[in-house]
C-alpha cells in the first residue's frame, strides 16, 4: 500500500530548472518535494555546457527570458559555492566573410534595441581577445553579458542551497498525476507511494510532453539530439564562448535534419568544450562519428591550435525542443494546480531561474517579472486545431 506524503508543491525533475523551482519556492516559505525518476542532474541537465546566453537569442519574448535571468545568475553567484564555477566571461561572434559580419552587424543592431549589450571587433582586433583565432576572419561581436556554469553543480547546489523546504525523491518515476473530483491536481503517484500536493510542476525536460500526457494534456516536447566533445586539460587556449555566425541560425530552425556549427569555449577546469549538433532523432543514443568529425573540423577550423589537442571524451543530451522554440511556463489552465516549467530546448540552464521565479509568483499568488502569454502551455491545441 503506497504511503501518503505531503508537500506545498511537488516538482517533477531534478535538473536545473527542476532546481531552480524548488529553490525560490522555498525562499518563499512553500514546502517542495522534488521528485526525478534518476539523479540530480541525470538528464539533459547534466548533458549541457553551462550556457547563459543572451548573444543567439532574437528581440522578443525569450530574449526577455535570458535577461532577466542573466540578472539572476550574478545574484545566484553571490550566493552559491565556487563548486557552481560561474564565470562572466563574455561571448564572441564570429564572420568569415562580409556578407555574415553584416549579418551579425544587423543582429547585435536589433538586439541591443532589446537591452543586449554588444560590441562591435574588427578583424585586427579579434586577437586582442582571442589570441589563437584562426586569421582571416572578418570581424564579430563581443557579448560581454554571457557566462557558463558547471550545470550539474549548479543544479545540486540550488537545491543545497533551498534547506530543509526541500525534500528530494530521487529513483522514483511519477506513474500518474492524482486529481480531486473537480478535475485539480492533488498530488502525484510514483512507483512507490503518493505524494499530496495542491501544485505540480512539470519541470521533465525533453519529458515533459510525457509528464503532460499524465494529466491527459498535449504538449508536443521533442528531443533534439546534440553532442559534444571534450578536449584534454589545456591552459587557458579558449577565453570567451566563441562561435561562428551560423550557429545564431542554428538555434532559431526547426529542421529536423542534422546541422552542426562552431562553438568552442575554455573551461575553469581546464577542458575545452566543443559543439554544436542539432538533430532530431528520437531518443537515439547511437554514437555518431559524422557529427564528431564535423565538431572538430569546425573547431580546428576556428582555432588550430586545438589540431595537435587530443579530445578524451565525448557525450550527449537530448534538448526539449517545442515548435516555436519558446518555453511552456507558467499554470495550465486545462488542469488546475498543473504548471509547466520545459521545453526551453539548448537555453534550460540559462533559463532557470527565471523560470523558478515565474513558477513560484504563479504559485504564491504574486506578479510574474513579465508577460506570461507568449509562454502559455494551451498555445498548442490552437495550433493543432
Known amino acids: 500500500m503506497p504511503t501518503r506524503e505531503t508537500s506545498d508543491v511537488i516538482v517533477i525533475g531534478a535538473g536545473v530548472v527542476g532546481a531552480a523551482c524548488a529553490h525560490y519556492a522555498a525562499l518563499a516559505g512553500l514546502s517542495v518535494t522534488v521528485v526525478d525518476r534518476g539523479s540530480v542532474a541525470g538528464g539533459t541537465t547534466g548533458a549541457g555546457e553551462g550556457n547563459l546566453l543572451v548573444s543567439d537569442k532574437e528581440p522578443g519574448p525569450e530574449l526577455e527570458l535570458a535577461l532577466l535571468s542573466t540578472a539572476l545568475w550574478s545574484e545566484l553567484a553571490e550566493r552559491l559555492p565556487p563548486a557552481v564555477e560561474y564565470e562572466a566571461k563574455g561571448g564572441l561572434v564570429v564572420a568569415s566573410g562580409e556578407t555574415g559580419l553584416h549579418a551579425l552587424r544587423e543582429f547585435a543592431g536589433r538586439q541591443e534595441k532589446a537591452g543586449v549589450i554588444a560590441h562591435e571587433v574588427p578583424a585586427d582586433r579579434l586577437h586582442d581577445l582571442e589570441p589563437h583565432l584562426a586569421p582571416g576572419l572578418t570581424g564579430g561581436f563581443h557579448y560581454p553579458q554571457d557566462a557558463q556554469v558547471m550545470p550539474a553543480h549548479a543544479a545540486a547546489r540550488l537545491l543545497h542551497a533551498a534547506g530543509?523546504?526541500?525534500r528530494l525523491a530521487l529513483g522514483e518515476e511519477v506513474t500518474a498525476l492524482l486529481t480531486?473530483?473537480?478535475?485539480?491536481?492533488?498530488?502525484?503517484?510514483?512507483t512507490?507511494?503518493?505524494?499530496?500536493?495542491?501544485?505540480?510542476?512539470n519541470a521533465a525536460g525533453t519529458?515533459?510532453?510525457?509528464?503532460?500526457?499524465?494529466a491527459g494534456v498535449h504538449l508536443p516536447v521533442l528531443p533534439r539530439r546534440g553532442f559534444v566533445l571534450v578536449t584534454e586539460p589545456l591552459p587557458r587556449v579558449v577565453r570567451h564562448k566563441v562561435?561562428?555566425?551560423?550557429?545564431?541560425?542554428?538555434?532559431?530552425?526547426?529542421?529536423?535534419?542534422?546541422?552542426?556549427?562552431a562553438v568552442v569555449e575554455g573551461t575553469p577546469a581546464g577542458p575545452v568544450l566543443i559543439g554544436a549538433?542539432?538533430?532530431?532523432?528520437?531518443?537515439?543514443?547511437?554514437?555518431?562519428?559524422?557529427?564528431?568529425?564535423?565538431?572538430?573540423?569546425?573547431?580546428?577550423?576556428?582555432?588550430?591550435?586545438l589540431?595537435?589537442?587530443r579530445a578524451i571524451r565525448t557525450y550527449l543530451g537530448f534538448r526539449?525542443?517545442?515548435?516555436?522554440?519558446?518555453?511552456?511556463?507558467g499554470p495550465d489552465p486545462r488542469v488546475p494546480g498543473l504548471l509547466h516549467a520545459c521545453g526551453h530546448e539548448g537555453a534550460g540552464i540559462g533559463l532557470a531561474p527565471v523560470t523558478g521565479r515565474i513558477v513560484t509568483a504563479c504559485v504564491t499568488g504574486t506578479e510574474p517579472p513579465l508577460d506570461l502569454h507568449p509562454f502559455r502551455p494551451e498555445r498548442f491545441d490552437a495550433a493543432d486545431r
Open 164 to 166: 530543509d523546504r526541500v
Open 180 to 190: 480531486g473530483a473537480d478535475g485539480a491536481v492533488r498530488g502525484v503517484r510514483t
Open 192 to 201: 512507490t507511494r503518493d505524494i499530496h500536493a495542491p501544485y505540480v510542476v
Open 207 to 214: 519529458w515533459g510532453g510525457a509528464v503532460a500526457g499524465l
Open 243 to 261: 562561435y561562428a555566425a551560423d550557429y545564431v541560425a542554428d538555434v532559431a530552425s526547426g529542421s529536423a535534419a542534422l546541422q552542426t556549427s
Open 277 to 305: 549538433s542539432r538533430e532530431r532523432v528520437g531518443f537515439d543514443r547511437t554514437l555518431s562519428t559524422e557529427v564528431l568529425r564535423r565538431l572538430a573540423t569546425g573547431a580546428t577550423t576556428l582555432f588550430p591550435v
Open 307 to 309: 589540431g595537435t589537442v
Open 320 to 329: 526539449p525542443y517545442l515548435p516555436d522554440h519558446l518555453p511552456a511556463v
